[in-house]
C-alpha cells in the first residue's frame, strides 16, 4: 500500500532510496526487501499511469515467477510467440518465431499495458515491506557523505509542495528518462553512433491477426525509420513510429495530424489501421539515443533507462531495465553485507549493465541499412545463424546458451554482402551519417 506526507512526516533514513516506480526500480526494491534491507521506493506519479514500451521478451518470464508476480502478469498478458518483420520495398513480410531460437524452452513472452503491469510490480513491492511513496519526485541527490541522501517533494493532493529528505547507505537510480543522477552530475552523453525520435498513441479497431499469431509484434520499415504495431490483451494497438530527428523537427502542423499522416506513408499499416480511432494522445519524444558515462558510484547505482537507451527495436528495454535491477540488488546486498567485497561486486555490475545495450547495439545501429534488411527479409539458418539471433531477439543473452559463435558467422556474412554490394553500402552509410546528425 502506497503511503503519504502526512504518514511519512519529513522523511526518514533507510538501508536503500529506489528514485523510480517503473519496472526497474520496483524489481530491485522487491529483491533488496527479501533480503531484508529497509527500502524507499519514491514515484513521481501515481499508479496506475500511461507509458510505452509493451512489448516483453521470453527472457523475462523466469523473472516473473521470482518476484511472485508470474500469475497477474499473464492474466493481463497478450501472448506474444514471435515478431513480424514488414518490408515494403521487399513486398512482404517475414515471422520470426521464439520457438525456433537455440533454447527451445523460450517460446513466447506477452504484450502488456504499461499501467497495469507496472502496477501490479509496485504493489508487490509495497507487499514485501518496501515503503512506496507514489507522487514524490526525487529532485536531487547528496553523494558527498558517507550516507548518501535524496530531497523530494510530494506533488499534487492535499500534501503538494511537502518536502521530504532520506539518507541511505546507497541510492538506486531507476528514473528512466528523467535521468536523475546523470543529469546533476552531467554525464549523460548523446549517444553519437545513435539518433532517433519517436511517436506514439494508442488504437481501437486497428486490424489484428488471428489465432497464435495475434499477440505477435509487427515491425515496419519506411523511408524515415520504422513503426511498431504491438496488440494488447484488452483489444487496444500501441502503434509508434522512431524516426530520424530531421523527420520530426519537419513538423509544420499539430503532432495528432503529422502521426496520422506518417502513418499514410506505410501502406501495410495504414491498411490495418483503416477502420481503427485513436484512443489516446499522440506524444512526441525527442533525443531518443544516450547513455550515462558510467553505471555507479561508492553509493549510488544507475539502473536502465537512467543509464542508457539505445532503440526500441528489439523490444529489449523493459528486459534490460529488470535484469539490471537483478544485478543492482545482488551488488547493493553485497556492498551492505559484505563491505570488504563492495569493489568487485560493483564492478561486476558494471559489466552486467553495460552487456546487454552492447550486445544489441550493433543490430540496432545497422537495422535500416539495406543489407541488414536483406538478411531479415531473406532469412537463413547457416551455421544456425538465425536461431542465433533468434536467441537475441529473445533476450538470452546473459545465460550459457552458446550462441556467440554464430552471431559472429552472421556478422562475417553481413560484412561480405556488404563489401559485395559495397556501392550500396557506401550509400547508406552516408545517409545514416547524416540522419544521426540532423
Given at each position: ?88 520495398t521487399h513486398g512482404h513480410s517475414e515471422t520470426f518465431l521464439f520457438a525456433d531460437a537455440w533454447d527451445k524452452n523460450m517460446q513466447s513472452a506477452y504484450q502488456v499495458r504499461r499501467s497495469d503491469f507496472d502496477a501490479i510490480l509496485i504493489r508487490r513491492a509495497a507487499q514485501v515491506g518496501v515503503t512506496v511513496v507514489e507522487g514524490c519526485r526525487a529532485r536531487q ?298
Open positions: 500500500m502506497a503511503q503519504n506526507a502526512a504518514s511519512l512526516h519529513q522523511g526518514g533514513s533507510a538501508d536503500v532510496v529506489i528514485v523510480g516506480g517503473g519496472p526497474a526500480g520496483s524489481t530491485a526494491a522487491i529483491l533488496l526487501a527479501q533480503h531484508g534491507h529497509r527500502v524507499v521506493l519514491l514515484e513521481k506519479a501515481r499508479h496506475p499511469r500511461f507509458h510505452i514500451g509493451e512489448s516483453l521478451l521470453p527472457a523475462n518470464l523466469p523473472l516473473f515467477e521470482r518476484l511472485g508476480v508470474a500469475d497477474q502478469i499473464q492474466s493481463i498478458g497478450m501472448k506474444k510467440i514471435g515478431a513480424e518483420f514488414v518490408s515494403q541527490v547528496d553523494l558527498t557523505g558517507v550516507r548518501a541522501g535524496v530531497d523530494a517533494e510530494i506533488e499534487g493532493g492535499a500534501d503538494g509542495g511537502a518536502a521530504l529528505h532520506w539518507d541511505a547507505n546507497f541510492i538506486i537510480d531507476a528514473s528512466g528518462r528523467d535521468t536523475l543522477i546523470a543529469n546533476q552530475l552531467a554525464i549523460k552523453l548523446r549517444n553519437k553512433n545513435h539518433n532517433s525520435a519517436a511517436l506514439y498513441a494508442h488504437f481501437a479497431g486497428a486490424e489484428r491477426y488471428t489465432g497464435d499469431r495475434e499477440g505477435i509484434i509487427s515491425l515496419y520499415w519506411f523511408e524515415h525509420g520504422w513503426f511498431w504495431f504491438i496488440p494488447l490483451a484488452d483489444g487496444a494497438t500501441s502503434v509508434g513510429a522512431v524516426v530520424w530527428p530531421y523527420y520530426l523537427k519537419s513538423r509544420k502542423i499539430p503532432v495528432r495530424q503529422f502521426f496520422l499522416d506518417t502513418i499514410q506513408q506505410c501502406q501495410p499499416l495504414a491498411d490495418r489501421l483503416a477502420k481503427a480511432s485513436l484512443t489516446s494522445e499522440v506524444e512526441a519524444t525527442g533525443n531518443y539515443s544516450y547513455a550515462a558515462s558510467h553505471t555507479h558510484g561508492r553509493n549510488y547505482l544507475l539502473l536502465g533507462d537512467a543509464y542508457a537507451f539505445i532503440d526500441p527495436v528489439f523490444s529489449s528495454g523493459v528486459w534490460f531495465a529488470m535484469h539490471s535491477a537483478v544485478a543492482g540488488a545482488q551488488a547493493v546486498d553485497t556492498c551492505l553485507r559484505v563491505p570488504a567485497r563492495a569493489g568487485s561486486a560493483l564492478k561486476a555490475f558494471d559489466r552486467t549493465v553495460r552487456r546487454g545495450p552492447r550486445k544489441f547495439a550493433w543490430f540496432i545501429y545497422r537495422i535500416s541499412a539495406p543489407t541488414m534488411r536483406e538478411f531479415f527479409m531473406q532469412p537463413r539458418n547457416i551455421l544456425r545463424t538465425k536461431e542465433a539471433l533468434l536467441s537475441l531477439l529473445a533476450g538470452d543473452i546473459f545465460d550459457r546458451t552458446p550462441i556467440w559463435p554464430s552471431i559472429a558467422a552472421f556478422k562475417t556474412m553481413y560484412g561480405m554482402s556488404s563489401l559485395f554490394n559495397w556501392r550500396r553500402s557506401i550509400a547508406g552509410a552516408r545517409r545514416r551519417r547524416q540522419n544521426i546528425n540532423s
